[in-house]
């Protein structure tokens, strides 16, 4: 089946540095998720993307579709604490209801 | 507000005892889905539903039951059959795709251990 590569597998920044991270995959996607993860809590949508090239902003979180449409980037601008958790890609898979996911990055930022 | 409540917040159960975890959703979504979560891995599906009465199962379907009588509820059983159950569960909704690209949206979880 689809499978969606994530990296990096885990950060460790500091507080007011930029991150990066991003989600391959082998096969073409026609959106892409990003979701963040709290510790004990269910994931909270971030960012949606639907179309090739996109780019999308929500606060400090930029998104991007890539033009391939085998790839996607998610930058967190100017890092605070309440940033650390588990971020993941996500992806229908092929024309189901079902999502393929990533198996996410796990972001640590130090005070 | 609107959104998904998923219960208990953390369950424990007994070597050879069935336990059901609750899901409800008021945002009158169509589709429901329930997930399992291990440490550092990602999201696996366990059993979908896109309709009242209809389900399907996902990619770790053994050792789990599900039901869908109304379409804001979807409990799920995890079976003394399953033999690993200890994991976080996730329970999400949405509509369905071919009436909209609204993405999936999840409860807050319910942790089960075992005794």
């Known amino acids: 089946g689809q499978q969606l590569n994530q990296s990096p597998q885990s950060m460790f920044i500091q507080e007011g540095e930029d991150v990066s991270m991003n989600c391959t995959s082998s096969?073409?996607?026609?959106?892409w998720l990003w979701y963040k993860q709290d510790p004990g809590e269910g994931p909270v949508l971030l960012i949606a993307?639907?179309?090739?090239?996109e780019l999308t902003s929500n606060g400090r979180l930029t998104a991007q579709f890539g033009i391939t449409r085998k790839d996607s980037f998610l930058n967190i601008s100017a890092s605070i604490p309440s940033d650390v958790g588990i971020y993941f890609c996500?992806?229908?898979?092929?024309?189901?209801?079902?999502?393929?996911f990533g198996k996410g990055t796990k972001l640590t930022v130090n005070p | 507000d609107g959104g998904i409540t998923q219960s208990p917040k953390y369950l424990f159960r007994k070597e050879g005892q069935n336990v059901t975890l609750s899901c409800e959703q008021n945002?009158?979504?169509?589709?429901m889905y329930w997930y399992r979560q291990d440490p550092g891995q990602g999201l696996r599906l366990i059993y979908y539903?896109?309709?009242?009465?209809?389900?399907q199962k996902g990619d770790i379907a053994e050792g789990y039951s599900v039901s869908r009588e109304k379409k804001e509820s979807f409990p799920l059983t995890v079976t003394s059959a399953q033999k690993n159950p200890t994991a976080f569960y996730l329970c999400?909704?949405?509509?369905?795709?071919?009436?909209?690209?609204?993405?999936?949206?999840f409860g807050d979880g319910t942790r089960l251990s075992i005794l």
């Open positions: 993307l639907y179309k090739a090239g």
């Open positions: 999400a909704s949405s509509r369905l795709r071919q009436t909209s690209n609204q993405p999936q949206h």
């Open positions: 945002l009158n979504h169509d589709a």
């Open positions: 096969s073409i996607f026609n959106t």
């Open positions: 996500a992806g229908p898979q092929g024309g189901s209801e079902k999502l393929v």
């Open positions: 539903s896109q309709i009242v009465n209809d389900f």
